[in-house]
């Protein structure tokens, strides 16, 4: 169990199936931070509250914990670890950060992704099961697609999430299923822990320097890539008001 600030090496993967085939894949580093948050870092590399939850400079668990109550989770969720990106040379942007919630006997009880777009816009996903039960590594949960990410996919059909999760290392892996079910878009990020330790993140830093800016010019040049193999572009619809949803698996036995 991560009981201290941690940081999270790993790979993240992408792979289009159709209409055209588009594979990638690149190295970055998280932070793994124990809520509620304490972590410190230097000016160069740093975790700012200000960028997740409610990204006003409150600890994030707070607004984990109230939506935690508001499907009835919390008191089975005895910890919270936020894998986040940081702030690097005060830059960052978060695709997906993740809330690991986890029972007294360390077993995964809930996750919550929090999913940000390239428009500012962010929404939860809660992935649970209806009677709180662990998480296995082998086990798939699925989610109605209802806020906007990529231009080049609809924003309906569903999602598939799987998370495997221990001291050492987390695994997750999100699929994209379009309304006729068919598989359009597998994901993946796959690593381990490291202690937070002043050679440990110099390390990571020079390994991948610049890696929040690397993210967010990855995504553009991605979509250049699409569109000029010729995948339509689709204008972004406005928010849902919903901001936070649940798994299948969580609902059908509500």
Known sequence: MVMIPQIYTATVMHKRLFPKV???????????????????????????????????????????????????????????????????LGYVFNPVSFYLCCDGDKNLRTVLCEVHNTFGEQHFYVCAHADGAPIEGDQWLCATKIFHVSPFLPRQGRYKFRFSFDAENLSIWIDYLNDAQQKQLVTSLVGRFLPLTSPNLRRVFWQHPMVTLKTIWLIHWQALRLVMRGISYRHKPRQLPDKISATHEFLSGK
């Not at 006003?56 to 089975?76: F, H, M, Q, T, V």
Request: aromatic fraction near 14%.
């Open 22 to 88: 588009n594979f990638f894949s690149y190295r970055v580093y998280y932070f793994a931070v124990p809520l509620p948050a304490q972590i410190k870092t230097g000016r160069l590399v740093r975790f700012d509250a200000k960028d997740v939850g409610l990204r006003d400079g409150s600890d994030p668990e707070s607004w984990a914990r109230n939506i935690l109550a508001k499907y009835g989770l919390n008191d089975i969720c005895q910890s919270i670890i936020l894998v986040t990106m940081p702030r690097v």
